[in-house]
T-cell receptor, first 113, second 109 residues
Framework: DGGITQSPKYLFRKEGQNVTLSCEQNLNHDAMYWYRQDPGQGLRLIYYSQIVNDFQKGDIAEGYSVSREKKESFPLTVTSAQKNPTAFYLC????????????FGEGSWLTVV | RKEVEQDPGPFNVPEGATVAFNCTYSNSASQSFFWYRQDCRKEPKLLMSVYSSGNEDGRFTAQLNRASQYISLLIRDSKLSDSATYLCVVYSSASKIIFGSGTRLSIRP
C-alpha cells in the first residue's frame, strides 16, 4: 500500500524534553513537508525538503529541527526551545515536478504535560 | 501580508443553499492551486485541483483568476455532509506549499 506513515499518533511530552515525530513515505516523492495546526486554525509550514540532505525553513521553524538523510524519511524534532508545542502535526509529500496532489499522513497529536 | 489569505468564516447556511469561498495569494508566480477539505481532528483530503479554465466536479466548481490572484470554490445544493473546513492550497514557489487558514462551513437542516 502506498502512502505516508506518521508515528506516534499521540504523544505526551514533559516540559523541557525533546521529542521526535516520524514520517515515512513510499510514494517516491521528492518533496516532504511538516505542518503544524492549532485548534481552529489553518496549517502553518514548519520545514520542507525538496531533496535528500537539503531542507528549508518554513514560516514557523523556531524550536524545531529536521533531517532528510533518506528520500523516504523526514523526521521532525520538537525541541525544548519550542515554547508552545501542543498541537496537531501533519507530514505531507508532493510530486513537485508535476505540481501535483499533496498527500498527508494521519497526523500526530502532541501534548505537553 | 500572508502569502495566502482566506475568509475564516464560519459560514452557516441551510441545506440546499449555494455557498462560495474565495482565497487570495500574493505570489504571482504561483502555478498550482487546490482546494482541500478537512474534517474535525483529521488530515486534509483533496477536494479538487483548480485550473485556469475553471473546473467542475458534481456540485463543486473551482475557478482561478490569475489577474486578480484569487481562487474560488462554489458549492451548489449543499448537503449536511458538506460541513467541514475548506482549505485553499497554493504552490507558492516550485516546492513551497502554503495553506490558507481555512473556511469553516456548517450546513443546517
Amino acid at each position: 500500500d502506498g502512502g505516508i506513515t506518521q508515528s506516534p499518533k499521540y504523544l505526551f511530552r514533559k516540559e523541557g524534553q525533546n521529542v521526535t515525530l516520524s514520517c515515512e513515505q513510499n510514494l517516491n516523492h521528492d518533496a516532504m513537508y511538516w505542518y503544524r495546526q492549532d485548534p481552529g486554525q489553518g496549517l502553518r509550514l514548519i520545514y520542507y525538503s525538496q531533496i535528500v540532505n537539503d531542507f528549508q525553513k518554513g514560516d514557523i521553524a523556531e524550536g524545531y529541527s529536521v533531517s532528510r538523510e533518506k528520500k523516504e524519511s523526514f523526521p521532525l524534532t520538537v525541541t525544548s526551545a519550542q515554547k508552545n508545542p501542543t498541537a496537531f502535526y501533519l507530514c505531507a509529500t508532493a510530486d513537485i515536478l508535476s505540481g501535483n496532489t499533496i498527500y498527508f499522513g494521519e497526523g500526530s497529536w502532541l501534548t505537553v504535560v | 501580508r500572508k502569502e495566502v489569505e482566506q475568509d475564516p468564516g464560519p459560514f452557516n447556511v441551510p441545506e440546499g443553499a449555494t455557498v462560495a469561498f474565495n482565497c487570495t495569494y500574493s505570489n504571482s508566480a504561483s502555478q498550482s492551486f487546490f482546494w482541500y477539505r478537512q474534517d474535525c481532528r483529521k488530515e486534509p483530503k483533496l477536494l479538487m485541483s483548480v485550473y485556469s479554465s475553471g473546473n467542475e466536479d458534481g456540485r463543486f466548481t473551482a475557478q482561478l483568476n490569475r489577474a486578480s490572484q484569487y481562487i474560488s470554490l462554489l458549492i451548489r445544493d449543499s448537503k449536511l455532509s458538506d460541513s467541514a473546513t475548506y482549505l485553499c492550497v497554493v504552490y507558492s514557489s516550485a516546492s513551497k506549499i502554503i495553506f490558507g487558514s481555512g473556511t469553516r462551513l456548517s450546513i443546517r437542516p
